[in-house]
């Protein structure tokens, strides 16, 4: 199934990703998940974000076009805890170009996923973004996420040489 909605000057149509639509996602994400984005490994954009994800959970991996142009793409999973009656869904990624965001594209993504999540049995979707991605959590909070969580991570460079203390030696 296919969800369809004006946009701009055309029809946007959200459709299951396939292995075609593997090079303009990649550089989708290319362009908006860079390092000013997210500087951890925790949140790197590489090509086996598209082929884990589109391998395990292909109908959650989802892109819009409008004519023949990909204009963004979303790619989430479930996850079942041990002891826990609930199955979440995880929107892993959302991408949209960057002259086109707040057109409608991202919302529409987000719309087909859920539905398709809730058809799935997910009782709670989670999405996580950088705390001061404020775009971001406005575009969520327009979805209906609230209850913002933050989230500490901590890095140490181990390539960076010890300073040595004043008086001991080596």
């Given at each position: 199934m296919t969800e369809s909605a004006s946009v701009g000057n055309g029809t946007l149509r959200i459709r299951e990703m396939t292995i075609d639509d593997f090079p303009e996602v990649f550089h989708i994400g290319e362009e908006v998940f860079t390092a000013e984005y997210s500087q951890s490994l925790y949140r790197t954009w590489d090509e086996y974000e598209i082929t884990t994800l589109f391998n395990s959970d292909n109908e959650l991996c989802l892109v819009a076009e409008t004519g023949e142009s990909i204009l963004g793409f979303a790619l989430g999973t479930t996850v079942e805890k041990h002891n826990s009656p609930w199955k979440?869904?995880?929107?892993?990624?959302?991408?949209?170009?960057?002259?086109?965001?707040?057109?409608?594209?991202?919302?529409?993504?987000?719309?087909?996923?859920?539905?398709?999540?809730?058809?799935?049995?997910?009782?709670?979707?989670?999405?996580?973004?950088?705390?001061?991605?404020?775009?971001?959590?406005?575009?969520?909070?327009?979805?209906?996420?609230?209850?913002?969580?933050?989230?500490?991570?901590?890095?140490?460079?181990?390539?960076?040489?010890?300073?040595?203390?004043?008086?001991?030696?080596?």
């Open positions: 979440y869904g995880y929107l892993v990624w959302l991408g949209v170009h960057r002259g086109l965001q707040q057109g409608g594209v991202g919302s529409g993504l987000f719309k087909e996923i859920k539905r398709r999540m809730r058809e799935q049995g997910v009782r709670m979707i989670i999405i996580d973004t950088s705390a001061d991605n404020e775009p971001a959590i406005r575009f969520f909070q327009k979805q209906g996420f609230a209850d913002t969580q933050q989230h500490v991570y901590m890095s140490l460079n181990l390539a960076r040489k010890a300073k040595k203390k004043p008086g001991k030696k080596p």
